[in-house]
């Protein structure tokens, strides 16, 4: 009974909305995305495409200006009144398996709302070029699709050749956010961050075959880190410097010492986009400085 009752009201928040009204019928209705996807929108924004873009998942928190739009939760756990409030023609996201809860999911598919997820998997540069194309080509700005590839293989081409003129190989621990009952969550080599550290001529100083991975503070002592870089989450909750080096198992290390942790976006690390050449750089930067 209380399944039936919440995909009935989902159904009549959809009739009122006007999602199956006249102007549809005759072909005149206006899209309305929710995209669930922070690399899509990323992108999206890019493109210049955002003028059909109603709502976004919490994490989507990159260009600035999407801040502004409403969001219908994390896209693991979605809300469906938000996303039905949000009145949307279609649902952007990049694969089904990252999204939730299940049952959100399964109430979507029921009320045949429709649901997209681009072909390309983004992986390395390439990949990422291609998605772009990808997705240029379906919102028909081929264009300025080209011209980001374009500038993402410059910035790339910046960074490779720069880090070639570097001799050192700084290992860098990636704290993703704060600590709990001194666990902390790092960033591995697993993932876009991974390849970028690599690229900008450093290595990364856990490994591991999952991209993030619960860690002791004793383990984080162990790896010993050069550089250590605390997403926006961690930094700013901790509040300063002097903070982050009281923490357990972080003060003993060679970053510490050198007075070498730096702030740095989540956003910035664990997707690839247009802007991934400049990110490299941005890293290049910060694990070379002495």
């Known amino acids: 009974m209380k399944k039936y009752y919440i995909l009935s009201a989902a159904v009549l928040a959809l009739l009122s909305c006007g999602r199956f009204d006249n102007k549809e019928e005759q072909g005149e209705r206006e899209e309305r995305i929710v995209c669930v996807s922070k690399q899509y929108n990323e992108i999206i924004y890019a493109l210049g495409a955002q003028q059909n873009l109603v709502a976004?998942?919490?994490?989507?928190?990159?260009p600035e200006a999407i801040k502004k739009l409403p969001t219908v939760g994390y896209h693991r756990a979605l809300s469906l009144e938000g996303l039905l409030a949000a009145k949307p023609t279609l649902i952007l996201h990049s694969g089904v398996k990252s999204m939730g809860p299940e049952h959100v999911v399964r109430q979507l598919e029921q009320l045949k709302i429709p649901?997209?997820?681009?072909?390309?998997q983004s992986k390395d540069i390439e990949s990422t070029k291609a998605l772009i194309r990808e997705m240029g080509?379906?919102?028909?700005?081929?264009k300025r699709a080209d011209s980001l590839c374009a500038i993402l293989d410059a910035?790339?081409?910046?960074?490779?050749?720069?880090?070639?003129?570097?001799?050192?190989t700084p290992k860098v621990l990636i704290i993703h956010f704060g600590r709990a009952n001194n666990v902390y969550l790092i960033i591995t080599q697993k993932g876009p961050a991974g390849k970028m550290i690599q690229w900008a001529g450093g290595e990364m100083a856990?490994?591991?075959t999952t991209g993030m991975k619960q860690l002791s503070?004793?383990?984080v002592t162990k790896s010993n880190p050069d550089v250590i870089l605390l997403t926006d989450f961690g930094y700013d909750q901790l509040g300063s410097l002097e903070k982050i080096k009281e923490l357990p198992g972080v003060g003993s290390t060679n970053a510490v010492r050198n007075n070498r942790i730096y702030?740095?976006?989540?956003?910035?690390?664990?997707y690839m986009g247009p802007?991934?050449?400049?990110?490299?750089?941005?890293?290049?930067?910060?694990?070379h400085q002495k």
């Open 137 to 142: 080509k379906y919102f028909k700005t081929e």
């Open 217 to 219: 503070a004793e383990i």
């Open 263 to 270: 702030r740095i976006e989540e956003h910035d690390l664990v």
């Open 206 to 208: 856990m490994t591991d």
């Open 56 to 62: 976004v998942d919490i994490s989507s928190t990159y």
């Open 275 to 287: 802007r991934t050449g400049k990110t490299t750089l941005t890293l290049q930067r910060l694990i």
């Open 115 to 120: 649901m997209k997820e681009f072909t390309t």
């Open 155 to 168: 910035d790339m081409k910046v960074a490779l050749d720069s880090a070639k003129l570097y001799t050192d």
